[in-house]
């Protein structure tokens, strides 16, 4: 796990000044080491954060003489030790036993169908010195980052957009569409949009190739199938579960692989604390886990402790409550929005980016719960996608009035002409996103884009942003595409039963108490960011209001004016703050130096 950047050039001089800028950015990312590689037309530069082969011979970027391949990688390729064995097998030699290497051995054996061979999350640049070109690809899940720039005819690279601006010369203006999805799609920004327009992100499940004279081509290279499989016509309720825990056990596990300990953030809700339970019967006895907790606020509790209690003792683990009052929060709160690649409007963020800070004075990597609610239908507008059928008409509706934030219409009361997308493009991104094959019901198809998107471009992005921004690994075991594959797979009956994630409760049950499985739904809960209050109240009026705002002149001084009259009763459907969305985004701005006339 580390930061990557480079750039690659044609006719145009690279600048390695300019590498070694967004390097510098990025050692929070990989505080153990860094190193550049400068070959014709191309530079690499890495922070390494050591987990794999601590030693030399694990470090990036990582050039291959005899291969002629060079390589920066981030992430972890949690089946690299059958890889590496099957690869000696077939006569290559490997100098240190790093999933980097492996990465190198195997695109010079199968060529760039070595992805499909790959178990983990990975975001990387490689170099054929040979042919001249250069292949860059993220994860299947996206659970990796890669943003990209064209700057001055060169291609730039990095794992953070702030990293991309440190290079300089990046075009920051606002890109409507992305406004667009921010403000509608519950602050979703799909791939290949940010909200700048000269910064772009290669989608999840992608290949890109960059050739010696600039032209670039991609292709997708993974894409589950929400249908029906034969095989599986005859299987009962309890196979599925069988099968499933069986994939989770196996997810679990392969997240393993580390020269360091792993340690796991453990909310106390089901999916954390399954993996607590199979991490045990994998013999991971005196596991370091960890929970966080903030002080109440509008009558809401900011603790979940009773529930994450109740794993730690049944388990044995060796459990850190991390207690966090207002006033360490609120001058964490520039430094989580500063850790942000794109504006993230959802309140957990402080609380991961606070929670990362403590986990990371212990341990190196952790394992996560996300992506089980996309997953196996967690969230409550999942029921009324499965009674929506095949409808495609009431699949769009049930969608939206779920989970957008405002209508097209809305959108143009509160931005700016200048800055309103010409049409409603977040509707119109769902609504071809529900029509692409591979997904026939209402449910399938929710499921899909909340898996393949939402879950990218949110939860994920946000767990990667604040675990990295400490110098901290984060494993999703939910996410491994085996267990996805299956899960598309699975009838929607059982994933929506028990209030959703009912296939997941049952399976559960085999392994951790029902005490935890049958309590309320619940999240990291940041009361004093849901109700608007105090010092956080002053500070967002300060950040709409405030001459850089006015400057950049994003919104309809109005609208601002009438969310700031009641700053807590404008929610959206997701019961977020309004007020709050717009905030964020101008202390966003802010933080990294993006300032003056936004078009």
């Known amino acids: 796990?580390?930061?990557?950047?480079?750039?690659?050039?044609?006719?145009?001089?690279?600048?390695?000044?300019?590498?070694?800028?967004?390097?510098?950015?990025?050692?929070?990312?990989?505080?153990?080491?860094?190193g550049t590689y400068t070959k014709d037309h191309v530079v690499f530069g890495h922070r390494r954060l050591a987990i794999i082969d601590l030693s030399e011979a694990g470090a990036q970027p990582m050039?291959?003489?005899?291969?002629?391949?060079?390589?920066v990688f981030n992430g972890c390729i949690y089946n690299y030790p059958e890889l590496l064995e099957e690869?000696?097998?077939?006569?290559?030699?490997?100098?240190?036993?790093?999933?980097?290497?492996?990465?190198?051995?195997?695109?010079?054996?199968?060529?760039?169908?070595?992805?499909?061979?790959?178990?983990?999350?990975?975001?990387?640049?490689?170099?054929?010195?040979?042919?001249?070109?250069?292949?860059?690809?993220?994860?299947?899940?996206?659970?990796?980052?890669f943003y990209y720039a064209e700057v001055g005819g060169v291609f730039r690279f990095a794992s953070s957009l702030p990293a991309i601006l440190a290079g300089g010369g990046v075009d920051t203006r606002v890109d409507p569409v992305a406004l667009h999805h921010y403000m509608t799609f519950h602050a979703v920004v799909p791939a290949?949009?940010?909200?700048?327009?000269?910064?772009?992100?290669?989608?999840?499940?992608?290949?890109?190739?960059?050739e010696p004279d600039g032209t670039r081509t991609q292709k997708t290279y993974w894409e589950p199938i929400y249908e029906d499989d034969p095989a599986k016509a005859d299987w009962s309720d309890t196979d599925w579960e069988e099968a499933i825990l069986d994939s989770l056990r196996t997810a679990v596990r392969r997240r393993l692989v580390a020269d360091v300990p792993v340690g796991v953030l453990l909310s106390g809700g089901?999916?954390?604390?399954?993996?607590?339970?199979?991490?045990?019967?994998?013999?991971?006895?005196?596991?370091?886990?960890?929970?966080?907790?903030?002080?109440?606020?509008?009558?809401?509790?900011?603790?979940e402790f009773k529930y994450s209690d109740v794993i730690a003792e049944h388990f044995g683990t060796r459990h850190h409550q991390i207690r966090i009052d207002t006033a360490r929060m609120l001058p964490a709160l520039g430094n989580a929005i500063h850790a942000m690649s794109?504006?993230?409007?959802?309140?957990?963020?402080?609380?991961?980016?606070?929670?990362?800070?403590?986990?990371?004075?212990?341990?190196?990597?952790?394992?996560?719960?996300?992506?089980?609610?996309?997953?196996?239908?967690?969230?409550?507008?999942?029921?009324?996608?499965y009674a929506a059928g095949t409808d495609p008409e009431a699949a769009l509706a049930s969608y939206r009035g779920a989970f957008f934030d405002r209508t097209h219409e809305e959108m143009a009361q509160l931005v700016s002409p200048r800055f309103l997308a010409g049409s409603d493009v977040s509707g119109e991104f769902v609504d071809a996103h529900f029509r692409h094959p591979g997904a026939s019901s209402a449910i399938d198809k929710a499921l899909r884009i909340d898996t393949q998107i939402m879950l990218t471009d949110d939860p994920v992005k946000r767990v990667d942003n604040m675990t990295m921004a400490w110098g901290l690994e984060a494993r999703v075991p939910f996410l491994d595409h085996d267990l996805v594959e299956l899960a598309a797979q699975c009838p929607a009956r059982l994933k929506t039963a028990q209030d959703g994630k009912g296939v997941l409760k049952e399976a559960?049950?085999?392994?951790?108490?029902?005490?935890?499985?049958?309590?309320?739904?619940?999240?990291?809960?940041?009361?004093a960011l849901k109700h608007l209050d105090g010092p956080y109240l002053d500070m967002v009026r300060d950040a709409v209001t405030g001459q850089s705002a006015r400057d950049r002149g994003l919104?309809?001084?109005?609208?601002?004016?009438?969310?700031?009259?009641?700053?807590?009763g404008n929610l959206t459907p997701l019961r977020g703050n309004r007020l709050w969305q717009i905030a964020l985004l101008e202390l966003w701005f802010q933080s990294h130096g993006i300032t003056g006339p936004a078009a």
Not at 63 to 71: E, G, N, P, T
Not at 360 to 379: I, L, M, N, P, T
Not at 510 to 521: E, F, G, N, T
């Open 63 to 71: 050039h291959d003489a005899d291969l002629r391949l060079s390589i």
């Open 508 to 527: 559960g049950r085999r392994v951790i108490p029902s005490a935890v499985i049958d309590r309320p739904k619940g999240y990291f809960p940041v009361p």
């Open 192 to 210: 290949p949009y940010t909200m700048l327009q000269g910064v772009r992100k290669l989608p999840p499940a992608t290949l890109m190739w960059i």
């Open 555 to 568: 919104f309809q001084q109005g609208a601002v004016e009438e969310l700031l009259a009641d700053p807590n």
């Open 270 to 303: 089901l999916d954390s604390s399954l993996i607590v339970g199979l991490l045990s019967e994998e013999g991971q006895h005196g596991l370091n886990t960890f929970s966080i907790g903030f002080e109440a606020a509008g009558g809401e509790e900011g603790d």
């Open 342 to 385: 794109e504006p993230m409007v959802s309140h957990d963020a402080v609380a991961f980016y606070l929670l990362s800070e403590e986990v990371a004075k212990h341990v190196k990597v952790v394992q996560s719960g996300q992506g089980a609610d996309e997953v196996f239908a967690g969230y409550h507008w999942y029921p009324p996608m």
């Open 87 to 145: 690869l000696r097998g077939l006569g290559h030699t490997f100098r240190g036993h790093s999933d980097t290497e492996v990465i190198l051995k195997a695109y010079a054996q199968w060529g760039e169908d070595f992805v499909h061979r790959l178990k983990g999350m990975f975001a990387f640049a490689l170099f054929d010195e040979r042919s001249g070109r250069v292949l860059v690809g993220r994860d299947r899940l996206g659970i990796k980052p």
């Open 1 to 34: 796990m580390c930061g990557i950047c480079g750039e690659i050039g044609t006719v145009h001089a690279t600048d390695t000044a300019a590498v070694e800028a967004m390097s510098d950015v990025m050692v929070p990312r990989g505080p153990d080491g860094h």
